[in-house]
């Protein structure tokens, strides 16, 4: 149901040595729509993903997803419960072919004596072509991921988590480095997705996607929640385009 909170971050922090990375920060995901976190580098906001992924574990906080706890599980129960998550450095397969990636990010029902059996197998087929034919793959199939143009393996990861069947998508910078053609191809596939009841949360840095893509913004700094809400509230506040090109310190 669009609006519902399908994740729940309260009160994270996270410290490296003397580094407050993530500083007491709370906010929700809503299903249905796409959420910006923005802020400028150094932010947080990978280690923020990370923390909510299962790849790091705060140091105090709560996470939970559908209303249930999953503070402490590893990034790989994580993701089975439906939260897909792309990397700033991808993590393909690289001598793996594109339809091996994809297939991967089917494993948890890949076999025949799992639950559901042969019509679970072709469930599992039909999303691996959808994200193959979403993100114009199909042709390139058999092609290693190390032979793949750098827009084709963005797209690549993309593919995964689509077929990965995740309710929740959250992408770090996945439109960095595109092409103008590959961008507008990219923002077309998660509008479609989007549509089709996917909920994303996309960290970027091209305020060009934020203001066309995403229906809400969470603003980071210095790993501080500074502000949340409507991409026009927050894009024309004076304050924090200054915190975002470094005019001048919060």
């Known amino acids: 149901m669009t609006g519902e909170i399908l994740f729940q971050a309260d009160n994270i922090s996270k410290t490296f040595g003397g580094l407050k990375a993530v500083d007491n920060v709370s906010f929700a995901l809503r299903a249905g729509i796409i959420t910006a976190l923005v802020g400028p580098n150094g932010a947080g906001k990978t280690t923020l993903f990370n923390a909510m ?29 439906g939260i ?20 991967t990010a089917t494993e948890s029902g890949s076999w025949l004596w799992q639950t559901g059996g042969r019509a679970a197998q072709v469930e599992r087929s039909a999303r691996i072509e959808r994200a193959l034919d979403a993100t114009q793959l199909q042709r390139r199939r058999d092609t290693r991921a190390v032979d793949l143009s750098y827009a084709e393996r963005k797209f690549l990861s993309i593919a995964r988590i689509m077929a990965s069947g995740a309710r929740l998508w959250l992408l770090d910078e996945p439109a960095s480095g595109l092409d103008r053609s590959s961008y507008d191809r990219f923002l077309t596939v998660l509008r479609n997705e989007v549509r089709a ?16 893509i995403s229906d809400r913004i969470a603003f980071l700094d210095q790993g501080r929640l500074l502000a949340e809400g409507e991409p026009k ?7 924090l385009a200054a915190i975002y090109f470094g005019e001048r310190a919060p």
């Open 233 to 239: 509230t927050i894009l024309s506040d004076p304050a």
């Open 53 to 81: 992924t299962g790849h790091l574990v705060p140091d105090r906080g709560a996470v939970t997803f559908l209303g249930e706890s999953i503070l402490g599980l590893p990034h790989w129960k994580v993701a089975r419960l």
């Open 197 to 212: 009841g996917v909920t994303i949360c996309i960290i970027e840095h091209n305020l060009d996607i934020v203001q066309s």
């Open 84 to 103: 897909g998550r792309t990397f700033q450095d991808l993590k393909l397969f690289s001598h793996m072919t594109v339809l091996e990636n994809v297939t």
